[in-house]
């Protein structure tokens, strides 16, 4: 090792000179006229030997590394945020309308079915002129919390635009997406929130068919939207109307008693009094 030190010592001497030199290389690399440099570089340098030109050559792959690195993970960064809601969190509109378009190819591509659900909060505008916008903010990313909670992994939550959402849910039908629905206005009303105490949301469900593409099913949970809030609002409605969990369930096992059988399921005949 001593032997190696006297052979190189002007080397290592130079090393942090080295690392200096790479750098100002590096950055003129990528700037322009890094021929130039690199010849005045070599020419200040005669007694430079192999070993050196060894060094700042690792030293310059290893600086251009940390770069690109970074840059890739500045990249990555930009993005992450151009897809996402600065408040909530959760996709902003563009993203959510990207990730829906994508699902509707796969849900054709496979045959599978695909449903969105549509909601928002009631009464907000009187939550931010009574208690002012902070507290507005509080409310939605409350809600965007809670609701995430109860999402399944495959499913794609965003905000839409100001007080409103969108629930994707990738392969389910329209009762399921009812019963994720109905669940998800469960949670929001289930515990008051701090200032504004209990608030409740209203949905509408829409289900991709092959009449309607993605314009359209959004369409359709919007207009269901407007009709749980036309309805008393703190509901869910659908094409089949505003039922209660209790009027969900029953219509799911009816279904499900129709794709196993197929036949539909045995009405109880009333009651005449007889025995």
């Excluded at 200040?44 to 690195?69: M, N, Q, R």
């Excluded at 959510?96 to 079915?113: A, I, N, W």
């Excluded at 749980?228 to 209790?246: F, H, I, N, T, Y």
Aim: with cysteine; hydrophobic share 40%; charged share 25%.
């Amino acid at each position: 090792m001593q032997r190696w030190y006297l052979e190189h010592r002007s080397g290592v001497r130079d090393l942090g000179a080295l690392i200096v030199a790479c750098t100002a290389c590096f950055g003129v690399i990528l700037y322009g006229g890094w021929g130039g440099y690199v010849m005045v570089l070599v020419r200040s340098h005669p007694d430079w030997h192999l070993l050196e030109w060894i060094l700042t050559l690792a030293i310059s792959s290893i600086l251009i590394a940390l770069f690109a690195w970074r840059r890739w993970h500045e990249a990555s960064g930009l993005l992450s945020d151009a897809g996402t809601d600065a408040l909530t969190g959760l996709y902003n509109r563009r993203k959510t309308l990207k990730v829906l378009e994508h699902e509707f190819d796969r849900s054709l591509r496979y045959g599978k079915p695909l449903s969105v659900v549509m909601f928002d909060v009631d009464h907000f505008k009187s939550v931010n002129d009574t208690y002012g916008h902070p507290v507005g903010d509080v409310v939605l990313t409350t809600i965007a919390r809670r609701t995430r909670r109860k999402m399944r992994t495959s499913d794609h939550l965003g905000r839409w635009g100001g007080e409103e959402f969108l629930l994707i849910c990738p392969e389910t039908d329209l009762f399921g997406a009812l019963r994720i629905a109905e669940r998800m206005r469960r949670t929001i009303r289930r515990r008051p929130m701090q200032a504004v105490g209990l608030v409740s949301a209203s949905f509408g469900v829409g289900t991709f068919s092959d009449q309607l593409d993605c314009k359209a099913v959004i369409a359709e949970a919007d207009r269901y939207l407007y009709e749980a809030k036309e309805q008393g609002r703190d509901c869910v409605v659908s094409r089949l109307g505003r039922a209660s969990p209790q009027q969900f369930m029953t219509s799911y096992v009816s279904r499900l008693t129709v794709v196993s059988t197929g036949e539909p399921p045995v009405k109880p005949r009333p009651s005449s009094g007889k025995r």
